[in-house]
């Protein structure tokens, strides 16, 4: 019996102790970005590796001085965040429509979006830069908030439509036989109960979007370089500018990481639920 | 009867007002790129050069990409099922074993999945340069190697490139079956644990055959979702190697990106972007009605 008891505490700390190296080595590579974020020029390049440093902030003052990463922040932020809002605008409405109305043709619509949502941005964005100078909106923010749109809502309408289906509609029809309207019924019942939904839909399309690469970096130039495609700034004559490309990307994942932690518990519920709705 | 087929018609009026914006938008934006990717995949344009001088030669860039002795399609096929085949079988197994352990009795479990999640949302352009630097000779990567196995290894050399972009998106998207499996293993129902282990299962048994059958539908779906990512991969491969050395990076997103910009032939890079596309459409279709099947059946 305790020969049992104490091959059970060994094998539960033994579990623990594998989780801690295992989680550990999966945030070792972020840290110690984070940290080489932090160091001189000559510490960067150090091999062995330095652990013990004194950290400067001179690569942080070189990115908002120098390369003013401030004015890339700001345009990233400009297009995230007006890519999410944009997208729950029309994907709500549309997602209403799919979970509680029959109509002709609704799957084969639906699945339409879902393919669209497929197509990898690589393989139009050379097209799009030709819209673009067609229409004479190349390096705007109108241009790549709207490209995004063709991927965001989409994908916004899988992820909802499973949200709104779990909610029962025998709930909206109360309200309705009370007298409320169809639109009343579902500001009052259906849409604070879908707040979870929303929520995590939204966080994923901002951090989409904040991430964005492919079609930012083809679609915008000095106007409205976005935060990621800032990359080819550190690419000089002179060598990569490791400190200040670090540095970038500190300041670049800070806020997705920390809005990601914050609301961690919807950002898992949104990665689970898309993928048991496929 | 007359009422309620009126009462239908008003309904699905509504229906479609409600998704009439997000219709237009995206399909008007999908089906004018469609129509210009279909068109110039007939030209033979060079990038920077105005639309007046693109030839018109119908499918010869197609033809050209498939059957011509010189193209490089096929050896990027292989580079992508290799990429694609490898990353998706390590992540699963590590995301389920790792997910698997956290299942177990552990302290601090809310502490270790919101570090997992770091991984996921990072920026991938910027995981890109920062691995492009640990991977260096004289990097992080090659520091470990070192203490590991005393000797150092040349990442940036074309027997290695692959092998480097796939151990980032390995440890990029791990977390991400390990974060959805360890949800989806605690939803999972008790008691047919506790019926089995009545029946004097050993755990081998009850993760054969309670767990693995339970989890399966999860499973595939991730594995779809993940399959159908690496398929379209192309920012960290593109930050790190641009599709080199050579060759040995160019998965078919970055093929359309050599062919259209590097070797600056728009016209053929448009044909491989029509490939692209109905390979992964067609793919994603054939998936799901797969998996529609096996769900059924399970």
Redesign the interface.
């Known amino acids: 019996m305790q020969t049992r008891k104490f091959r059970k505490n060994f094998s539960?700390y033994l579990?623990?102790v594998?989780?801690i190296i295992?989680?550990f080595l999966?945030?070792f590579?972020?840290l110690?970005?984070v940290s080489s974020a932090f160091k001189s020029r000559l510490d960067t390049?150090a091999?062995?590796?330095v652990w013990i440093f004194v950290p400067s902030f001179e690569n942080f003052r070189a990115i908002f001085e120098d390369i003013h990463i401030g004015f890339y922040l700001k345009n990233s932020f400009i297009v995230a965040t007006s890519a999410s809002i944009l997208t729950m605008l029309?994907?709500v409405?549309?997602t209403?429509?799919?979970a509680r109305?029959?109509?002709?043709f609704k799957e084969p619509?639906a699945w339409?979006?879902?393919?669209?949502q497929?197509?990898?941005?690589?393989?139009?964005v050379?097209?799009?830069f030709?819209?673009a100078r067609v229409l004479n909106v190349y390096d705007t923010y109108y241009y790549l908030v709207?490209?995004f749109?063709?991927w965001n809502?989409?994908f916004a309408?899988w992820m909802l439509r499973g949200f709104v289906e779990a909610i029962p509609i025998e709930l909206e029809e109360a309200a309705r036989v009370d007298g409320c309207s169809?639109f009343h019924a579902f500001f009052k019942i259906t849409l604070p109960l879908m707040v979870t939904g929303l929520v995590a839909t939204t966080i994923l399309i901002f951090?989409g979007a904040?991430?964005e690469?492919?079609l930012a970096?083809f679609l915008t130039s000095t106007n409205t370089r976005t935060?990621?495609?800032t990359?080819a700034f550190?690419l000089t004559h002179s060598g990569?500018k490791?400190g200040e490309?670090?540095a970038?990307?500190t300041v670049?994942?800070l806020p997705?990481?920390v809005v990601?932690?914050l609301v961690?518990r919807y950002?898992?519920?949104a990665?689970?639920f898309?993928?048991?709705k496929? | 009867m007359n009422l309620s087929v009126k009462r239908?018609d008003k309904?699905?009026r509504?229906?479609?007002g409600?998704?009439l914006?997000?219709?237009l938008?995206?399909?008007t934006?999908?089906v004018?790129?469609a129509y210009?990717?279909v068109r110039?995949s007939q030209t033979k344009w060079i990038?920077g050069k105005t639309?007046d001088e693109a030839i018109w030669i119908g499918l010869e860039n197609y033809r050209w990409l498939l059957f011509n002795e010189n193209t490089t399609l096929w050896n990027s096929v292989r580079i992508t099922v290799i990429y694609v085949v490898i990353c998706l079988i390590v992540e699963l197994v590590f995301g389920f074993v790792?997910a698997l352990?956290?299942n177990?009795?552990?302290?601090g479990r809310s502490i270790?999945?919101?570090?997992?999640?770091?991984?996921?949302?990072?920026?991938?352009?910027?995981v890109?340069?920062?691995?492009?630097?640990?991977f260096s000779y004289?990097g992080?990567i090659n520091?470990f190697v070192e203490i590991l196995f005393d000797t150092k290894l040349n990442w940036y050399g074309p027997e290695l490139a692959l092998p480097a972009v796939m151990l980032v998106d390995i440890?990029q998207y791990?977390?991400?079956f390990v974060?959805?499996l360890l949800?989806?293993l605690q939803a999972l129902p008790k008691d047919p644990y506790e019926a089995a282990k009545v029946d004097g299962a050993t755990s081998w048994q009850l993760f054969r055959f309670v767990t693995l059958p339970m989890m399966s539908p999860?499973v595939v779906?991730?594995s779809?979702?993940r399959l159908?990512e690496l398929?379209?991969g192309?920012?960290v491969i593109?930050?790190m190697f641009a599709g080199g050395p050579g060759d040995a990076t160019t998965t078919l997103?970055l093929f359309?990106?050599k062919t259209?910009?590097v070797a600056r032939n728009?016209g053929r890079?448009?044909a491989s972007?029509?490939l692209?596309?109905i390979t992964?459409?067609s793919l994603?279709?054939i998936l799901?009605r797969i998996?529609e099947r096996v769900r059924f059946e399970m």
């Open positions: 539960s579990l623990n594998l989780a295992i989680v999966f945030l590579p972020y110690f970005m390049f091999y062995p590796p029309i994907a409405p549309a209403y429509s799919f109305f029959r109509f002709v619509l339409g979006f879902l393919f669209l497929m197509v990898p941005g690589i393989s139009i050379f097209v799009l030709y819209i709207f490209i749109l063709l809502i989409p309408i169809r951090i904040w991430n690469f492919q970096f935060l990621p495609t990359i550190f990569i490791w490309m670090f970038t990307a670049g994942t997705v990481v990601a932690l961690r950002f898992i519920s990665m689970t898309g993928a048991v496929g | 239908i309904d699905s509504i229906a479609f409600l998704i914006p997000a219709f938008i995206v399909f934006l999908a004018y790129s210009w990717l110039m990038f639309i790792i352990i956290l177990g009795k552990i302290f270790y999945t919101a570090i997992l999640i770091i991984p996921i949302v990072v920026m991938p352009s910027m890109g340069m920062v691995f492009r630097l640990y004289d992080l520091y440890w791990t977390p991400f974060l959805i949800a989806g999860l779906t991730v779809m979702l159908m398929l379209r192309f920012d593109f930050v997103p359309v990106y259209t910009l728009l890079g448009s972007s029509v692209l596309i992964i459409v994603t279709f799901i998996f």
